[in-house]
């Protein structure tokens, strides 16, 4: 069992920064592979971001590349999402989300633990 606490979100101007964090509880956080999703209003959960439980792979959606980052420490059992040059279409509820396997997924149903969701709102 995996507990997952999102921080970091909040509103900021268009073109700045922002990280969230995402807590994991229990002694086994190295052995999930990690995802962040996002879902605005109206639309459908979209993969962003996921990691490997070593932190060698990772992989971003198009949106988002070269603009965010995701990075983990399992020392601290936490993951992040660095998130630059933030834009309207980021604005979104934020979820990370744990898979008991060693490789991510971008699929939302491939997912066996959620945490509550941290919400970012870009402004104009």
């Known amino acids: 069992q995996v507990q997952l606490v999102e921080s970091g979100g909040g509103l900021v101007p268009a073109g700045r920064s922002l990280r969230l964090s995402c807590a994991a509880s229990g002694r086994t956080f190295s052995s999930y592979a990690m995802g962040w999703f996002r879902q605005a209003p109206g639309k459908e959960r979209e993969s962003v971001a996921a990691?490997?439980?070593?932190?060698?792979?990772?992989y971003y959606a198009d949106s988002v590349k070269g603009r965010f980052t995701i990075s983990r420490d399992n020392a601290k059992n936490t993951v992040y999402l660095q998130m630059n040059i933030l834009k309207l279409e980021d604005t979104a509820d934020y979820y990370c989300a744990a898979r008991g396997v060693s490789y991510y997924s971008t699929e939302h149903r491939a997912y066996d633990y959620w945490g509550q969701g941290t919400q970012v709102t870009v402004s104009s």
């Open positions: 990691i490997n439980r070593s932190g060698h792979r990772t």
